[in-house]
């Protein structure tokens, strides 16, 4: 009866439910009706009363059957006069990765730009809806690709079988949307860049694979998941009790330390962010569940990027807790560029600032925003498009 407990069963459970129940439902009553009215001895036919519960319920049943055959699609991007800019796209596209079918949109005013791949947090998260939210400006300067990830948003369907969906699976199909891009594009590399979860896969790929890429972009950094946990319980803790919430204390001192084997159990420990660290510049309509409400995303999708958050997190996160950067990548063979909010929870900033200053690359920048927290790049978008609009010149012209 936690929170992230009703929510999960709501998206997860009571409206596919719903779904398939109505119009099962709705099949009874007319083939109990058809029965009572064409065969003898069957049943008695319905009153006034009755036709009128039906006739609403086939009205709403009907209209959730159009909600959910309406098709999703993104707007083209037009020029000053209101028409489809020549040379830009604007798609949404399904593509074969790791032999699931997953959705990426396209989004750039001249498909001769560099190439951006945006990786979005969680694990489970989708960023369609904030990519079109923001407002970036990236798609002035680039071909921008924002992948929905598999099992969230637009690629829910591709979350079976839950068993083969783990950490070195995920970089592998970063790495194939990567090279599909490449060849699509004709770009021998292209930048990535990432957020929270994101910042993991990415870079891991870029370690995995740096001839790929121009530049690695990281946005709300994160290096050690447990590290970050374990910071954000003695946060809320001391939340807990300087507020007087025995109850809230009582549960984490139950739960005690992260990590936890009961996926639920970090819900105590880590959704009071915003409570005991202060964003004025956070953006709530570019997050969960708000972000999912644009035209790129169908009824369903609206359903499934909050029920993908869900089942994505529950497989992935306890299969990351081992990750440490700090350990495990030392060096990058690529451009690297850090952007941090200055209103960073210490949970991921001490972290990433530690990596930061053990890591070796050709070059490496950390750029710190005065007016974000964790997703800089979208409560900040403007200074994002210039930081990366300079980082396309440092990079993209001399290789």
Do not use: C
Request: hydrophobic content about 40%; proline content about 5%.
């Amino acid at each position: 009866m936690s929170t992230y407990g009703i929510i999960a069963f709501v998206v997860g459970r009571f409206l596919p439910g719903i779904i398939i129940l109505a119009p099962t439902m709705l099949g009874i009553i007319y083939g109990n009706w058809a029965a009572a009215r064409f065969v003898e001895n069957s049943g008695s036919a319905m009153g006034v009363g009755s036709w009128s519960v039906t006739g609403l319920f086939t009205v709403g049943t009907i209209i959730l059957a159009v909600l959910i055959g309406l098709p999703a699609g993104t707007a083209e991007i037009t020029g000053a006069d209101g028409k489809p800019l020549a040379g830009s796209i604007a798609e949404l596209k399904t593509v074969s990765i790791g032999g699931h079918d997953q959705v990426m949109m396209i989004r750039g005013s001249n498909i001769d730009n560099p190439v951006l791949l945006y990786l979005a947090g969680g694990p489970g998260g989708t960023d369609l809806g904030a990519m079109r939210k923001a407002d970036t400006g990236l798609e002035d300067n680039f071909v921008v690709v924002t992948w929905d990830q598999r099992g969230t948003g637009k690629s829910y369907s591709a979350l079976d079988p839950a068993e083969t969906l783990t950490l070195a699976r995920m970089v592998a199909d970063t790495l194939e949307v990567t090279n599909y891009l490449r060849d699509r594009f004709e770009e021998e590399k292209i930048y990535l860049v990432g957020n929270s979860w994101g910042t993991i896969l990415g870079t891991l790929a870029v370690k995995e694979r740096p001839e790929l890429f121009h530049a690695y972009i990281g946005a709300g950094q994160m290096v050690s998941p447990k590290e970050t946990d374990i910071m954000f319980y003695e946060d809320t803790l001391e939340l807990a009790e300087s507020t007087g919430r025995n109850g809230l204390d009582s549960r984490l001192e139950k739960n005690g330390t992260p990590p936890y084997e009961n996926i639920l159990s970090y819900e105590p420990a880590i959704s009071y962010e915003h409570q005991w660290n202060s964003n004025p510049a956070r953006d709530p309509s570019t997050e969960l569940p708000s972000n999912l409400f644009v035209s790129e995303n169908s009824f369903m999708d609206k359903i499934n990027g909050m029920r993908g958050f869900f089942d994505v997190f529950s497989i992935l996160y306890p299969r990351i807790q081992e990750v440490d950067f700090r350990n495990d990548v030392l060096r990058l063979e690529v451009p690297v560029y850090i952007v941090m909010g200055k209103y960073e929870a210490r949970g991921r900033e001490t972290p990433a600032r530690e990596w930061f200053g053990l890591l070796e690359a050709p070059t490496k920048e950390l750029i710190e925003f005065d007016n974000s927290g964790h997703r800089p790049h979208f409560e900040e978008p403007a200074k994002f498009s210039s930081i990366m609009s300079r980082v396309a010149d440092e990079t993209y012209r001399s290789s």
